[in-house]
């Protein structure tokens, strides 16, 4: 994930203008990559916190200006006003009640600073072909729902923000379209795999259907677009 999606979010960073100085948190940071980076951006004055619920990819991490912190964005205690940007990448999707955790990312924004929210929006996977791989799609959804994640979150989060009172938003998307054998079908296949047990009990999607996706996304001459990441980003106002 981090090889396919790091230089979108960089990006997206470089384009916020996140600089030397800078206090910065990561909400839900993986391996910590993009805090790294940050980390390297905000030397030597600024501060970077990366936090996840497990630590256990990052708890090593030595990097001048980086600190490592376990936090659970549903319930741990996040320092108000404290950091001039804060930033998450497909964290929302996973959580109950998505909103009320934008807003404690909001509120951990001194006046002025700048939120990045990354998540998906799996809309073109609505449209897959051939017509078993829509079936195969519409499962996933399906069984998605039901364990309560959302893959259509990342159209929300611009009305959520505006709902909140956050300035200068915007938002767009990324969109891969790729091959079979590509590193972004790997990734298909790994996590279906990963997944496997818990889709066929959801009972949406059959084996037939899973040695049809691997089929698919094993053949050079398959070509397909799934997801879309949706990055928003805003300024919270000087008087909040």
Sequence with gaps: MSTLLDPFELACIERLGVGEGS?????????GSISLALAERVAPAGLVIASDIDLSYV???????????RI????????????????????????PSA???????????????????????????????P?????????WLNWSMDAGIDYFIGRKIPAWLDSLGVEEIASEGHTATF??????????IATIRELQPSL?????ITTALLKEFETCYRDPH??????????TWGRKGISS
Aim: some cysteine; glycine content about 8%.
């Design 23 to 31: 206090r910065c948190l990561e909400l839900g940071c993986g391996n």
């Design 59 to 69: 708890s090593r991490l030595k990097r001048p200006g980086l600190q490592v912190r």
């Design 72 to 95: 659970d964005i549903l319930q741990d205690p996040i320092e108000e006003s404290s950091y001039d940007f804060v930033v998450a990448r497909a964290l929302l999707h996973h959580v």
């Design 99 to 129: 909103r009320n955790s934008l807003q404690r990312m909001l509120t951990a924004l001194k006046p002025g600073g700048v939120l990045l929210s990354i998540e998906p929006d799996m809309l073109p996977c609505t449209v897959a072909e």
């Design 131 to 139: 017509a078993l791989m829509r079936t195969f799609w519409q499962g």
């Design 179 to 188: 091959n079979g054998q590509s590193d972004w079908a790997n990734y298909w």
């Design 200 to 204: 066929l009990k959801g009972g949406y």
């Design 222 to 231: 398959y070509w397909a677009s799934l997801i879309t990441f949706t990055a």
